[in-house]
């Protein structure tokens, strides 16, 4: 009776379409289609034409992947010349479970779009298109309908007709773009979709649908989990092989209510090896690229605090006095200085950003910081901060006779000289990269490539800002002391940080190239400081001053053959704690004590002075001794894709990272807690005993 | 071991409500089962070693299986299948009191009337070997190499339109991967969404 209703409403508010259905099996039909127009079509124009399927109840048909079973419906228009039609666009579909089956549909009713163009003649008056249409309508058992239906277009009736509500209604089914780039991959059986996200804690429910076939089990149940501002949705492989796909789309639907209908995202996965996203990732019903603004901030702020680092301050703070002289008379060129040394810095980020990004999307596991799991890279930046410490003490201060970096670095004063003075503070303070930047840069990389390149860039800038503001700026530089004789005397100061960086590098290559590799350090330094000596003492002659240079250049080349390659396994941990891996972890998790997790390098200080100060101390190891906390140490010190993953997992991509799981408690193990990246011991004990 | 595997989680499968299997992936072993056909003559699939096996997913009330029926697609499969020498065996996974579920006597019937010539015919009412297979359409084939090697696992066709016409028009997957196997080569479609009714098996 409803339904006869309803066909008597259609037909008498519509009178537009008119389908004769013929059931297969005597009975129904099961499925009443009606062809609506969103409005008149003009010549060139489109409109959107509305396939409606009417569903007898407990009978269902199907999405455009119908899933275990099942046959999406056809749609075969004959259209006059010149016309055209779109793709056919699907609302969110609903699982229909059915025995050991899965498949994707819909009940009730549904409303197909279609958009249709007209050609640039076309001629007043009614015009009518003809579909073929089958569909598959199955309960119990399934039964074909086909029919041939008409659609008029611009008859007497379409300019009345206000489809406005129908049609929004319609297009408020279907799924919004998704907002984050996603991938794919196969891990061990499991087909893994992942996605940048970064809305808000509250949404309750997550549902995942493969619009394409045979990815993922079907009947499987999928696991999706948010963490880090990644969304992973996990489900067992189905039997399709990946090399039969290129793209996968898939729905992702969320809700943010426990009950009713879900929002659904439609995306399209790459794999994942190829991380370049397309577009940054605003959070669902929020101002979009809110949390972007918020990690540039904090590159921002790590790029400022940089200048203060040892490693990066004496280079900076010499060069800021030679461009306090040269303000003085020319503040033009002042200006000019800084802009190329903002250029040289923001420059060198990219570079590394650009690397790391390659890097990446070629497979490799690894993080900020990657500059320094390579021996050869930690020696060449050990010699580097003894030239610069040589240069400082005033050992040579000869005007370039060679690439003498260090010499340009705080004799220079061409803008040229400015520029690589940036590189060279941008290299100079990799070591140090700050607790500020792990955020910026644990974002930056789970990002597009261009929010990625932003934050680098932004973090650049931070490191070049109080330079760059200092040469723009004349009030500024009447802070700063008045030259004299003084800056000599400070300069050398000022090459004892630099000693003593390199004498840490050399401590961080103790630990990746063994003593071999420390012996192999140390004696390139002994050659570099004769070469350096030889090209001080050049002999007048011209014979002789080459062969000394010849020497020296040979003394160099000999240094650099002697730089260690090879790693070596870092230290152990010393009884306290527990090496940590992935299977450690999984196992302690499954028992119910606490656990902290630390993720440390030799190379990052800041993961060495939190170990010191607050782990390592009496109070902490008695808390932890009290509270039965596992205490897990994993050592990135060289590179370890396992701990990159982790610290991914969590939005990082360096360390120092500090992880407490709480202990277990009615059976319910609690959210692992982020702790700061500086530590104190009352920040552990807080976390630990909650008080 | 992994025939082994899946047996018990097929029977496993049967205890508890059917929970999701694994499908046998292609390129892999295909599982093991032993039954006895509608003429009441024993057949384990490990004993046909050396020979292509194709399995065909039956439900004689499906409409997309009198769609291969009615337009002579299946039979004309079969004999050029068999012809080649390969073994044809029809399986009807539907439960007692769902649609498709029939009598052996009703099922030789059924297909001598529709002129079909499988090998064998199976009525596998648990649901045992469907499930195994993870069978989930009628019509749903699986080809298995000589070595007992799943070789492909899909639809018969690559149009999966209702209407009987369209059978003639479209690429017939099983034939393109016996002639696949016949030639040596790895084959071409290993796998394809299947379509048509869902099997029907037992609660």
């Not at chain 2, 018990?8 to 292609?26: E, T």
């Not at chain 2, 299948?81 to 073994?87: H, L, P, Q």
């Amino acid at each position: 009776m409803r339904r006869l209703l309803k066909a008597c409403l259609v037909s008498l508010f519509f009178l537009l379409s008119i389908g004769p259905v013929r059931a297969q099996d005597g009975e129904g039909p099961y499925v009443q289609i009606r062809l609506v127009p969103e409005g008149v079509l003009k010549p060139g124009g489109e409109i959107y034409v509305a396939i409606e399927q009417s569903i007898a109840p407990g009978w269902h048909t199907y999405w455009k992947n119908p899933g275990d079973s099942g046959a999406a419906p056809r749609i075969k228009w004959s259209l006059p010349a010149g016309f055209e039609v779109g793709e056919i666009e699907w609302p969110v579909p609903h699982k229909l479970p059915y025995g050991p089956l899965l498949n994707y549909g819909y009940e009730d009713g549904v409303i197909l779009l279609q958009k249709i163009r007209a050609p640039a003649e076309l001629a007043e008056g009614a015009v009518t298109l003809k579909a073929d249409i089958d569909v598959l309508v199955c309960k119990e058992i399934c039964i074909p309908e086909s029919g041939t239906y008409e659609l008029i277009l611009n008859g007497l009736d379409s300019s009345s007709a206000d489809n406005t509500d129908y049609f929004g209604n319609a297009r408020g089914k279907m799924p919004a773009p998704a907002p984050g780039h996603a991938t794919y991959a196969e891990q061990g059986g499991t087909f893994v979709i992942e996605m940048p996200v970064a809305w808000p804690q509250t949404i309750k429910r997550y549902d995942y649908i493969p619009t394409e076939w045979g990815m993922v089990e079907n009947t499987a149940p999928s696991e999706i989990t948010v963490e880090g501002g990644r969304l992973t949705i996990k489900q067992p492989r189905g039997q399709r092989a990946l090399s039969d796909v290129n793209e996968v789309p898939g729905l992702l639907l969320w809700s943010m209510e426990d009950t009713g209908p879900m929002n659904a995202y439609a995306f399209t996965a790459t794999i994942s090896d190829t991380s370049v996203a397309a577009t940054p990732v605003p959070a669902p019903n929020t101002a979009p690229d809110q949390s972007l603004i918020v990690v540039l901030f904090f590159a921002l702020l790590g790029g400022l605090i940089l200048n203060l680092m040892p490693c990066v301050f004496p280079v900076l703070s010499i060069k800021a006095l030679s461009l306090v002289k040269i303000a003085e008379k020319e503040p033009a060129k002042a200006r000019l200085h800084g802009i190329a040394y903002t250029a040289g810095v923001i420059f060198s980020f990219l570079i590394s950003a650009g690397l790391l990004i390659a890097l990446k999307s070629g497979g490799a596991q690894i993080g900020w910081g990657f500059q320094l799991q390579n021996p050869e890279m930690v020696t060449l930046l050990a010699w580097l901060f003894f030239i610069i410490g040589l240069n400082l003490s005033g050992i040579f201060e000869i005007g370039g006779h060679f690439g003498n970096v260090g010499n340009k670095l705080t004799q220079g004063n061409t803008p040229g000289h400015s520029f690589f003075t940036g590189v060279l503070a941008t290299l100079v303070a990799t070591p140090c990269i700050g607790p500020f930047m792990g955020v910026a840069l644990g974002f930056g990389l789970t990002q597009s490539a261009f929010s990625n390149l932003l934050v680098f860039a932004v973090l650049g800038f931070g490191l070049a800002l109080p330079y760059l503001a200092l040469s723009f700026i004349p009030a500024l530089q009447k802070i700063l002391p008045k030259p004299g004789v003084w800056m000599h005397t400070f300069k050398q100061l000022l090459a004892f940080p630099m000693y003593a960086s390199a004498a840490w590098l050399v401590w961080v290559l103790s630990q990746q190239s063994g003593q071999m590799g420390v012996f192999a350090a140390l004696m390139g330094l002994v050659l570099i400081a004769f070469g350096i000596w030889l090209l001080r003492h050049e002999p007048a002659k011209l014979l002789w001053k080459n062969l000394v240079r010849v020497f020296a250049i040979l003394a160099f080349l000999a240094a650099l053959m002697l730089i260690p390659g090879g790693t070596q396994k870092p230290e152990k941990s010393t009884g306290f704690s527990q090496e940590w891996s992935p299977q450690k972890l999984s196992q302690l998790l499954e028992g119910g004590d606490a656990i902290f997790v630390e993720m440390t390098a030799a190379w990052c200080i800041t993961c060495k002075v939190n170990h010191a100060i607050a782990i390592d101390t009496p109070s902490t190891r008695r808390v932890f001794s009290e509270r039965n906390v596992q205490y897990l140490v994993g050592d990135w010190t060289n590179q370890n894709p396992e701990i990159t993953q982790y610290l991914n997992e969590f939005g990082r991509n360096g360390v120092p990272i500090y992880v407490y799981y709480g202990p277990r408690s009615n059976g319910v193990r609690p959210e692992p807690v982020l702790l700061p990246q500086i530590l104190t011991p009352g920040i552990v004990a807080k976390a630990v005993t909650g008080n | 071991m992994k025939k082994f595997l899946a047996t018990i989680m097929a029977v496993g499968a049967l205890a508890i409500a059917a929970p999701a299997i694994a499908a046998p992936a292609v390129g892999s072993p295909a599982p093991d089962f032993s039954a006895t056909d509608v003429n009441g003559k024993a057949i384990k699939l490990a004993d046909l070693k050396g020979k292509i096996v194709v399995l065909e997913w039956t439900n004689n009330e499906c409409p997309y299986v009198k769609k291969h029926y009615g337009s002579g697609n299946m039979q004309k499969t079969q004999k050029e299948a068999t012809a080649k020498g390969v073994e044809w065996i029809t399986i009807n996974s539907s439960a007692p009191g769902r649609q498709g579920h029939v009598s052996a006597e009703d099922a030789k019937k059924i297909m001598s009337d529709a002129g079909g010539t499988p090998s064998a015919e199976i009525l596998d009412e648990s649901g045992t070997i469907g499930k195994a297979y993870d069978a989930k359409t009628t019509p749903h084939m699986f080809v298995i190499d000589k070595e007992g090697t799943l070789a492909y696992a899909g639809a018969i066709d690559d149009n999966p339109s209702p209407k009987p016409e369209d059978a003639a028009t479209a690429k017939n997957y099983v034939l393109a991967a016996l002639n696949d196997i016949e030639a040596g080569k790895p084959v071409e479609t290993p796998t394809s969404q299947p379509y048509g009714c869902a099997v029907k098996y037992g609660d």
